[in-house]
């Protein structure tokens, strides 16, 4: 079982703290997204994971062993870096080939690693080429490979994608999903793009200034984000959030914004003062019948879709329209939400208020449905 644990991680350099007492639990055989911007912390966890870098307290398990202290090559781990970091002076075979040969296996074992791990990354082809000619798709498959052959216990990967143009990128993404779902190795993969995390990850970690705010599924995220920032990094266009008139109770099925009362899933939690959050594709528009009046300001164009700038009395709001339903600068129409999809915050605190919605999902969740 290669589960890894960190239980109160703790990096500080100097007088700035990277990582704050984080305590996770990365699930064997799952592929994990540590995402959020820059400096947020997620880099740091993979190098105290990998051992390039020691926390400044807390620990780390592999398997069930302690490898808080120990350097890299005493953990059965394999790192693929950003920069492809291969050696130019070796062509394509000798990169795979290199860390079978520290290990001191024989001819016969090195060249059937080598040949599966040049099957599964369909670069049969390229055994014979030098990498200082090979495209940057081909030069991350290289790496892949070299990572691959090892056949370690877990995959760390920092942001891997990341110098790839789109096109490369998008179909990277794809073979590392397909690679994951075949080797089923727990994978640790960092990166700042929402985009990657989603299509990749079994489970997504998402952090900020040192701290992990959630740590879920990647559509129990999406759905129900543990807070405003989460709410805000996690889709495009990002969550709408509305001020809500008044305090809200316990027990509560409305709420009042700007003198319309929406109904909303029942909040289990009393609030002072709240926000509404609605994802852009959860706001229905209309030109007739009940709902919030409002003036289309500006449209985009997405070609399966357009995105509406809505002026309200409770404010901007954007919304996901059907490519069919042409919406023009000017118009006046209607809006409602998607009640079971609505979430509300603790506009003073930013975090999310328990609601029957959250309630059923977490309770799903103890009873390992999904």
């Not at 049969?124 to 056949?151: F, M, N, P, T």
């Amino acid at each position: 079982m290669a589960e890894i644990r960190i239980e109160k991680l703790h990096k500080r350099f100097s007088d700035f703290v990277a990582v704050r007492d984080s305590t996770l639990t990365l699930e064997d055989g799952k592929f994990v997204v540590l995402l959020g911007p820059s400096g947020c912390g997620k880099t740091t966890t993979l190098r105290m994971l990998a051992g390039l870098e020691f926390p400044t307290s807390g620990s780390i398990t592999l398997a069930g062993q302690d490898v808080t202290y120990l350097r890299p090559r005493e953990r059965d781990i394999a790192m693929v870096f950003q920069l492809f970091a291969l050696y130019p002076h070796l062509g394509v075979r000798g990169n795979l080939e290199f860390p079978l040969r520290n290990e001191g296996l024989k001819r016969a074992e090195i060249d059937r690693r080598v040949a599966d791990a040049a099957s599964i990354l369909r670069i049969e082809h390229l055994l014979g080429s030098r990498v200082g000619g090979l495209s940057g798709g081909d030069r991350q498959r290289v790496a892949l490979g070299r990572a691959i052959v090892r056949q370690p216990q877990a995959f760390l990967m920092d942001e891997p994608l990341g110098t790839l143009d789109a096109e490369f990128r998008e179909l990277m993404c794809v073979e590392l999903r397909k690679l994951h779902e075949r080797l089923k190795t727990t994978t640790v993969f960092v990166t700042h793009d929402q985009n990657e995390a989603m299509a990749l990850a079994d489970h997504i970690v998402v952090m900020n200034q040192g701290d992990i705010l959630q740590a879920d599924e990647p559509g129990a995220i999406y759905n129900f984000p543990s807070c405003m920032f989460v709410a805000r990094f996690i889709g495009r266009p990002p969550m709408n959030f509305v001020p809500i008139a008044g305090a809200v109770r316990a027990g509560d099925a409305s709420v009042s914004l700007a003198g319309a009362m929406v109904d909303v899933p029942r909040i289990e939690a009393d609030s002072a003062t709240a926000v509404l959050g609605v994802r852009p594709e959860h706001v229905s528009v209309g030109v007739e019948g009940g709902g919030m009046p409002a003036e289309v300001r500006h449209v985009e164009y997405f070609g399966s879709h357009w995105v509406a700038d809505l002026a309200t009395a409770a404010g901007v709001l954007k919304a996901v329209i059907d490519k069919a339903q042409r919406p023009v600068p000017g118009d006046r129409v209607v809006i409602g939400f998607h009640t079971d999809r609505l979430v509300l915050f603790d506009a003073a605190s930013e975090q999310l208020l328990p609601s029957a919605t959250t309630r059923l999902h977490l309770e799903a969740k103890r009873h390992g449905q999904h």
